[in-house]
Each structure stands twice: as C-alpha cells, then as structure tokens.
C-alpha cells in the first residue's frame, strides 16, 4: 500500500529565505506526482505536475524535482512571501484513479 | 478561464436532513471525483465518474451517493447526514485516466 510522508508538518521561516518542503513515498511505480496549495477553508490548487519521466518542473519561484527509484520530491521554494503561508500537499498517482496524499507541511512566512 | 466550480461554498444542514452538493466543470475532462477531507487531514476519495462510469471506494458509506447527469456536473448526494459528515467535500476533475487533477474550491457542510 503506497504511504505518502511529508516533512516537516509545520515550518516557520522569515520572509525572503529560500526553503525546501520534502516527500517521500514507499512504492516507486507512479504514474505522476502533484504538489497543491490549500489556504485555510479553501480548496487546492495545483502548483506543479512532474511525470514519473520528468525529474523537475519549474513555475515561477518554485521548483519541484522528483527521485522516483529513491521515492523522494522535494519543492522549493525560492524568495518566500507571506503570501506563500499555506499548507502544501504532495500526491502520487498510481493510477486506477488513486491519488494518494501526504498529509502536508503547514507553512507559515513571517514578515 | 476554464476551472471547476462547486456551489454552494459553505452549506448548513439538519441531522438527518437529505442534502445535495454540485460541482461543475469547464475543463471538458473525462474523469470527475469527489473527496471528503476532515480537519487537518488529507482529502479521501469517496467515488468518481470515468466519463459514464461510476466507481465507489470500498469503504465510503452508503449515505453517500453521486449523479453525473452530462460531462460538465456532478452531484453528491448525502441521504442522512450524520454529525460525523460535516468536513470540507472537494470536486475534482482529470482528463483522462492518466492524472493531472483540477480541484474546486469546496463546499464546507456543516450538520446541525
């Protein structure tokens, strides 16, 4: 059964520092894997997609790498802003509709 | 823009009180889904639509049920909500089998 883990739960950090959010997952045989953003009582957004042939996508200040025989992403994020403070969310998708999340890294930038 | 919309965005209901959450799509995509998430938790799969195709997760309860009356709506259904219902309920949609999910932006259910 493929386990999603995100590390840390939380992080604090002041405004302007680059930080880097890691996942981790136990099966390598994904198809793709997503990062989303959710603010407090809202749905998610989709931050960045990286197919299990990519290794990096880049949006923006952010950058998602994947290491799929290691089971590890990672997102960085470059410059940060309060309006970076969010939870973020890893996924993996298997396939068979079933996409399976982290339980996410709550974000916190302070100005 | 093209996106996924779920109406209402915050819906109050009675104990016991049939209600209906919507979600509509413009994205033209195959594969519609619905999520349960709770406080502080991650979203859980309830059911989805592969086009016409109804799939139920094993473990999802039989007061909830789904409609997908044309590609762009789909409906949850909810036939007698429990206190233990009231989270956040996520839409969400995927071209095809293959992934890459746009979400909505929930409907809050609270149960009275």
């Known amino acids: 059964k493929q386990e999603v883990t995100q590390i840390p739960a939380a992080l604090s950090v002041p405004e302007g520092e680059n930080l880097v959010l890691n996942c981790s997952f136990t099966?390598?045989?994904?198809?793709?894997l997503q990062w989303f953003r959710q603010d407090p009582g809202k749905g998610l957004t989709s931050l960045l997609l990286?197919?299990?042939?990519?290794r990096e996508q880049t949006s923006g200040r952010l950058n998602a790498s994947l290491d799929k025989s290691s089971g590890r992403s990672t997102l960085y994020i470059a410059a940060s802003q309060p309006g970076d403070s969010a939870t973020y969310l890893c996924?993996?998708?298997?396939?068979?509709?079933?996409?399976?999340f982290g339980q996410g890294t709550r974000l916190t930038i302070n100005p | 823009d093209a996106m996924v919309i779920q109406n209402p965005r915050y819906q109050v209901t009675q104990f016991g009180k049939p209600v209906t959450l919507s979600c509509s799509q413009t994205?033209?995509?195959?594969?519609m889904y619905w999520y349960q998430q709770k406080s502080s938790q991650a979203p859980k799969l309830l059911f989805h639509?592969?086009?016409?195709?109804?799939?139920n997760e094993a473990d999802t309860p039989d007061n909830f049920q789904s409609r997908r009356p044309n590609t762009s709506f789909c409906f949850l259904d909810i036939r007698s909500p429990g206190l233990g219902d009231a989270a956040m309920y996520l839409c969400?949609?995927?071209?095809?089998?293959?992934?890459?999910?746009?979400f909505g932006s929930g409907t809050r259910l609270t149960v009275v």
């Open positions: 099966d390598s045989a994904i198809y793709n």
């Open positions: 996924a993996v998708f298997q396939g068979a509709q079933k996409l399976v």
């Open positions: 639509y592969y086009d016409k195709d109804f799939n």
């Open positions: 990286i197919q299990s042939s990519q």
């Open positions: 994205l033209n995509h195959n594969v």
């Open positions: 969400a949609t995927s071209r095809d089998k293959w992934g890459g999910y746009t």
